[in-house]
Each structure stands twice: as structure tokens, then as C-alpha cells.
């Protein structure tokens, strides 16, 4: 069989194509055999696979589990929602106050927006701007499985996220994720853990451009897992 795996951010720069092609000589594989079979027809790929996971059919998958022609398959490097309404993409500029508009609700005492934008300075370096891709229809996905887990976390509370790709300037916004619930402690948690919960699971990278260079920035804050459930505090 033959499967196709579309790739982003730095891995596109590695394997110098944005879809992989591999002809496997059975009708299925798993998850584990397949990325073995990629390491040793791409060696120097070998490394950067240990920190990616696959996806299939828009569902991070484990090890174990099986795929066949038939599966939509991307291999997602480790990253920095028809379309529900609360959860967009989009190469325009955000609006924030349109986003928080998407959570206003009557019997809500809190509301919050989080506002991330392109910093200038990181560490002595200056960046010029940002770039961002993503694996649209997966990242809607789980952009959308963020507000449902924060529902479940905190019953009632609402969330929004409009996220943008492309080229984002300095002081530009990349990413407004707003957040309102009845008490304003649960809304300072879930906000939080909807920005952290979209660095970790969410397929959108950051190219990072200097005046001397760039960079494909994955997760920078340890061993990164989207498998992985979050501690309930």
C-alpha cells in the first residue's frame, strides 16, 4: 500500500517535500513500525521523529494503533476548529473584542482575553516578525476539544479562540482566547489552561525571523506529549 503523510513547519525543510509518500509492502501498520520504516529510509530524519507524533484522520495517535491506505495521515511536530464559531483560523488581523464578544453572557460575572503577541526581544535577540502554518482542520479540532474540556473542568464556563497564520509583525496579535464564567477565579484558571493546553495538543508552529536567520520554534517548555492528560488541580 501506499500512504501519504503531510508534513509542516521544519519538517517540510527536512524532507524537502510538504507530503511524504512511503509504499509499505502490508496492508497495515502500526503507528511504531511506520515511524521505524521513516527513520531508516531517511536517516537523518532519525532524531527530530523521536519528539513527533502522527496523526490519523485529524486524532493524535499512539503507538500501537494501526493505520491502513484509507487513513488521512500527517506527521505533527511538536507545536508552540463545519467550523464551530468560537473557533477560527484566519491570516487577518483579530479583532479581540469581537472574539470576547463570542462569550459574553448575561448570568457571567468574569470575562477575560488573552491576548498573545509578537514579542520584539527574546533573550538579547531582536525577532523581526513571526510566521505561523498549521494543519487547519486538526487544529479547529482540537481548539474545540480545549473549550470542551474546559467545560468539563469548570461546568459553564465559555471559551472562544481565534488564532492567525502567516506573517504576524511586532506587537500584532497571533492568538485572542477569551474566557467567561459566573466567578472570576474560574475564569483566571481557565483561561490559563487554555493557553498552555493550546501550546501542547494545538498543530501550529512558529517560525521565529531574525535579522541574521530563522527558526521553526516546537514546545519549549520540556519533553513534549499531546497524548498526555493534564493534571486536575
Known amino acids: 500500500m501506499k500512504l501519504h503523510i503531510h508534513l509542516f513547519a521544519g519538517l517540510v525543510d527536512l524532507f ?6 512511503i509504499d509499505i509492502q502490508q496492508e497495515t501498520i502500526s503507528i511504531e513500525q511506520l515511524k521505524e520504516q521513516i527513520a531508516a529510509a531517511y536517516p537523518t530524519a532519525s532524531e527530530p521523529l523521536q519528539t513527533c507524533f502522527f496523526a490519523k484522520n485529524q486524532a493524535y495517535a499512539g503507538s500501537q494503533e494501526i493505520v491502513t491506505e484509507a487513513d488521512e495521515l500527517a506527521l505533527i511536530p511538536p507545536v508552540s476548529g463545519g467550523q464551530p464559531a468560537n473557533y477560527e483560523i484566519t491570516y487577518e488581523t483579530i479583532d479581540a473584542a469581537s472574539v470576547a464578544a463570542k462569550v459574553n453572557h448575561p448570568n457571567h460575572g468574569a470575562s477575560l482575553a488573552f491576548i498573545g503577541t509578537t514579542r ?53 496579535a497571533s492568538v485572542v482566547i477569551a474566557v467567561s464564567s459566573p466567578h472570576r477565579a474560574d475564569c483566571y484558571e ?8 493550546l501550546k501542547q495538543i ?23 506529549n499531546p497524548l498526555e492528560i493534564p493534571a486536575t488541580e
Not at 16 to 21: A, E, I, M, P, Q
Not at 139 to 158: H, R, V, Y
Not at 190 to 197: L, Q, T, V
Open 202 to 224: 494545538v498543530p501550529i508552529w512558529k517560525k521565529e525571523i531574525w535579522e541574521d536567520g530563522s527558526e521553526w520554534k516546537g514546545s519549549q517548555t520540556g519533553p513534549w
Open 16 to 21: 524537502g517535500t510538504s507530503v511524504l509518500h
Open 120 to 172: 520584539e526581544m527574546t533573550y538579547g535577540q531582536r525577532t523581526v516578525l513571526l510566521e505561523y502554518e498549521a494543519y487547519t482542520p486538526m487544529a479547529l479540532k482540537t481548539m474545540e476539544s480545549i473549550g470542551q474540556e474546559i467545560d468539563a473542568k469548570w461546568p459553564g464556563t465559555l471559551c472562544a479562540i481565534t488564532h492567525r497564520l502567516g506573517k504576524v509583525a511586532i506587537a500584532e
Open 190 to 197: 481557565a483561561s490559563r489552561y487554555a493557553i498552555e493546553r
